[in-house]
């Protein structure tokens, strides 16, 4: 069923039908962007390498596409995936995917550590803003890369040894993967300043580690790497997803549920933090979370994403569908991609009183939200859309689903097994 919905994916409808309480436990699936940059990594040792936890999703099926399109063997075995680059074919990714997703970008590090030279299509993404790519080519460059840049595609050889230090304009998730994709091989000293320190950045360093590669420094400002002769082989488990987590934790929120989360032993206390503050109870165990809610939902009087440690941009939409039934006003900041509040055209369609001005999102919590017929624009809005189901009156039909199956397995069945009303419709 699932793969028949990627393939038809924007022919496919999920409708949710609000009113009913989350109960029971869910397993939060493998973190997506911890996934993609190691898919990526996995090229840069001629050995079998073994991802346990990783997630079924189409973000995670592209890649796979894009490493078969350059001779790399792949295959699942249960819910690990195997990828097992030998040989590389070709250091040029011409796979259309590759035009779809923006994580294929980060084929250009891997493949420049791995061959010397690498080319991608120029990458896609979500439509949440312009996401350029120039952070990651001029940390190239200084790096002793030529880059050549076209509207059709990227082309990077490794030419001088460059600059021992680096510093990145702006912490910059990809850019920071990109070099240390790059650098890990080879026989220089690096130093690279104003990083990004998001855990799934602590998270490939932490892959690349197990695999002999020399990096500190992950999850500070700054991270150095010596370039070592070769990786090698191994078995990495993937974290659960922090966002889907606080997806499902929204959903508990939003319908005032009781659930237990299976996180393999995450506790999240950055995430948790805001969910408390809105009004949900966590308790945390050895194995997940659980979290409940009774009282109000309390709305936040201000918010405003940026680079990890702070608010995470990809969970403001998720925060931005609960407030529209908070108990008062919120306001919503969104400094990290400039076009992410297209959510709220759809949120209004079910009644929510939202006013954007600039990078501000502006909200009045209302007394209830009504089933209407929406259209996701990109993956965390999809999610947004189905949070914002769960606690509307009626039905809620979300079109262009396939955003939401970009970044979440299985997601209709998911709310299923917390009990609520959803289902995919097929027209
Ligand atoms: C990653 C995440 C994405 C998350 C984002 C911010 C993956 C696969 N995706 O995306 O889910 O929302 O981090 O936490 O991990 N920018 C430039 N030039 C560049 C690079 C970035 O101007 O060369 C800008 C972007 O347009 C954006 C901001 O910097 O406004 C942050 O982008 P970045 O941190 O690079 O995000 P991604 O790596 O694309």
């Not at 079998?48 to 075995?77: E, F, T």
């Not at 030419?159 to 990109?178: D, F, H, I, K, M």
């Not at 130093?191 to 932490?206: G, M, S, T, W």
């Not at 209302?366 to 993956?379: C, F, N």
Request: a negative charge.
């Amino acid at each position: 069923m699932l793969e028949q919905i990627y393939r038809w994916g924007s022919l496919v409808f999920i409708e949710i039908e609000g009113g009913k309480s989350a109960s029971g436990d869910l397993e939060i699936q493998g973190s997506k962007n911890a996934a993609l940059p190691i898919i990526a990594a996995a090229i840069l040792t001629k050995e079998p390498v073994v991802l346990a936890h990783c997630p079924k999703i189409q973000d995670v099926y592209a890649m796979i596409a894009m490493l078969r399109s350059i001779g790399v063997n792949v295959w699942w075995d249960e819910d690990a995936l195997v990828i097992h680059a030998e040989h590389i074919r070709c250091c040029k990714v011409t796979e259309p995917m590759a035009g779809e997703i923006r994580a294929s970008v980060l084929f250009l590090g891997a493949l420049l550590g791995r061959c010397g030279q690498a080319g991608i299509c120029m990458p896609g993404g979500c439509s949440i803003g312009a996401r350029p790519i120039d952070f990651h080519m001029s940390a190239f460059s200084e790096m002793g890369v030529s880059v050549s840049v076209t509207e059709e595609e990227i082309w990077c050889e490794a030419t001088t040894s460059g600059a021992q230090r680096v510093r990145l304009p702006y912490p910059s998730v990809g850019a920071t993967e990109n070099v240390i994709l790059y650098a890990v091989l080879g026989s220089g000293r690096i130093i690279v300043d104003n990083v990004a320190k998001e855990p799934e950045i602590q998270e490939l360093c932490r892959f690349l580690r197990s695999m002999g590669a020399r990096i500190r420094g992950e999850g500070t400002g700054r991270i150095e790497i010596i370039g070592v002769r070769e990786l090698h082989s191994t078995v990495y488990q993937l974290p659960a997803d922090r966002i889907v987590f606080l997806t499902y934790a929204a959903v508990v929120a939003a319908t005032c549920g009781n659930v237990f989360l299976q996180t393999y032993g995450q506790c999240f206390p950055a995430e948790c933090m805001y969910l408390e503050k809105i009004g949900c109870r966590l308790r945390t165990s050895s194995e997940g979370i659980w979290i409940w809610r009774k009282d109000e939902l309390r709305s936040i009087p201000y918010v405003r994403t940026g680079p990890y440690p702070r608010f995470p941009t990809d969970a403001q939409s998720l925060f931005l569908a609960l407030m529209t039934r908070g108990n008062g006003k919120s306001t919503i900041e969104e400094s990290v991609f400039e076009n992410r509040f297209l959510v709220v055209s759809q949120l209004q369609k079910m009644g929510a009183e939202v006013e954007v001005e600039g990078q501000c999102a502006y909200v009045q919590g209302v007394e209830r939200l009504r089933g209407a017929s929406v259209v996701a624009t990109d993956l965390r809005s999809g999610a947004a859309l189905m949070v914002a189901g769960t606690m509307a009156e009626g039905t809620t039909v979300i079109d262009k689903c396939h955003f939401i199956l970009r970044g979440y397995e299985w997601p209709v069945e998911c709310l299923q097994r917390l009990g609520l009303g959803a289902r995919y419709r097929c027209e």
